[in-house]
């Protein structure tokens, strides 16, 4: 069985510091790990995915995410937060099996404070 | 590329009629769909798996009779909420995936569809 949990439902930063939503993942097999984004009233985005390799993971709008084994862990960092980056921002895992379903967290909604 | 298209984006309908929501992939082919419903300030949660050409494989708890699910072509997928109710208001968003792709490739999502059942 897998499962995420992401710590924080709310994240709060002011413009211009260092974003940090936390992801743990649960998995029984090697996980591929997720993180989407997700605007109002709006479909999901893709950030960046891990499936094997590096394990630091970069993805687009200068977000980043370090897979760590032995702390079961998948955050998601941004150096500088932009106003652009309020949303609600969702943890993801799946198997390397070749299922296609993604097992989702519960959601961080990051404010960003000018 | 990748482009999932849902509609309507809004819906707003009257207690015990049906509404049916489409999902399109625009660029590639799908075979299978998936189906999510988010409720307010919350995940999503898989209702169905929708195979072109098969059944769909519904999760626990969600009443196939209720939401049908159509995959007539490896680029088309319907939800229909049939007699719809006050509780079954909600965002429901579908998701595809490049056939083939393999698991290691990302879900491609459509906007979603709000439903409001009054």
């Known amino acids: 069985a897998q499962s995420v949990t992401q710590l924080g439902s709310h994240v709060s930063v002011s413009e211009g510091a260092l974003v940090l939503l936390r992801c743990n993942y649960s998995?029984?097999?090697?996980?591929?790990l997720f993180w989407y984004v997700q605007y109002p009233n709006q479909g999901l985005q893709l950030l960046l995915k891990?499936?094997?390799?590096?394990?630091l993971v970069k993805g687009i709008n200068g977000f980043e995410a370090e897979f760590k084994k032995s702390e079961t862990s998948f955050h998601l960092t941004k150096p500088s937060a932009h106003m652009s980056d309020a949303a609600e921002y969702f943890c993801?895992?799946?198997?390397?099996?070749?299922?296609?379903?993604?097992?989702f967290g519960t959601g961080t909604r990051l404010t960003v404070i000018p | 590329g990748a482009v999932v298209s849902q509609h309507p984006s809004r819906v707003i309908c009257k207690s015990g009629t049906s509404v049916k929501i489409e999902c399109r992939s625009l660029?590639?082919?799908?075979?299978?769909m998936f189906w999510y419903r988010q409720f307010p300030k919350q995940s999503l949660m898989l209702m169905a798996t929708?195979?072109?050409?098969?059944?769909?494989?519904?999760e626990q708890g969600v009443e196939k009779d209720k939401f049908l699910i159509n995959h007539a072509s490896l680029t088309l997928s319907t939800l229909t909420v049939t007699s719809a109710h006050p509780e079954d208001s909600s965002f429901y968003i579908c998701?595809?995936?490049?056939?083939?792709?393999?698991?290691?490739?990302?879900?491609?999502f459509g906007n979603g569809t709000r439903l409001t059942v009054t």
């Open positions: 998701s595809a995936r490049v056939a083939a792709a393999g698991g290691n490739s990302p879900l491609h």
């Open positions: 998995s029984s097999v090697p996980p591929y």
């Open positions: 891990y499936t094997t390799g590096a394990t």
């Open positions: 993801a895992v799946s198997d390397q099996t070749g299922a296609n379903n993604l097992f």
């Open positions: 660029d590639f082919q799908a075979t299978t």
């Open positions: 929708s195979n072109e050409g098969s059944k769909a494989t519904y």
